[in-house]
């Protein structure tokens, strides 16, 4: 028996809803158990000394910018600009930086230059991103076989947990490594100085 055919004679994409982003997002969205399980509060210590407390322009929320960094990694989003976008439109992303529906999104030249006045030539950036993984992976929220260690081989250790964290420090080095290279090609298109990273390389003990 065939059914009938309708139509959606009602276009409703203009009509004005009373709601929040946190209606619009799953109870059971991975934001919500990354919210839950994560405390990001401990970035504000550590980067204190990098932003001014009296003068000087608004800056974006540096725990709002390692969550952005965080969208990426834990989503696979390939690139930054590209996650800056996806969080434009995505509800359960601004949830998770705790934006709402008219909060305007950070500009990816934007992102660039705050990483890169904060975090240039110190290891800031890897502190801060280790700790978010060991507080991911202790939250079974990242499955350590899974993580990606850039092609090279980590010897096993006896003592397990030394061995999973000489893997996400390898981990925080790869990711940096590919968001400073994005960056750099940014910087060059405009004109800019490119970041120094081989000071980098050293921040984290092997």
Aim: aromatic share 10%.
């Amino acid at each position: 028996m065939l059914s009938l055919l309708t139509t959606n004679n009602s276009d409703k994409r203009t009509q004005v809803e009373i709601t929040s982003i946190d209606q619009l997002v799953p109870k059971d969205h991975l934001v919500r158990k990354l919210d839950a399980c994560i405390d990001f509060s401990f970035i504000y210590d550590l980067v204190k000394d990098k932003y001014s407390t009296e003068t000087g322009r608004p800056s974006i929320d540096p725990v709002v910018l390692f969550k952005i960094v965080f969208i990426q990694y834990i989503f696979g989003i390939k690139s930054m600009r590209q996650t800056i976008s996806e969080i434009e439109t995505n509800m359960a992303y601004r949830w998770f930086l705790g934006y709402g529906l008219n909060d305007k999104i950070p500009h990816f030249t934007t992102f660039g230059k705050k990483y890169v006045r904060r975090f240039k030539d110190t290891d800031i950036f890897e502190k801060i991103f280790l700790c978010i993984l060991e507080q991911a992976q202790d939250a079974g929220l990242i499955n350590k076989d899974a993580v990606f260690i850039d092609s090279t081989h980590v010897k096993a250790n006896a003592n397990k947990n030394k061995y999973n964290k000489v893997k996400l420090e390898k981990e925080v080095r790869s990711y940096q490594e590919l968001l400073d290279k994005e960056i750099n090609e940014d910087r060059q298109v405009h004109g800019k100085k490119p970041l120094d990273v081989s000071k980098k390389k050293q921040n984290i003990k092997k």
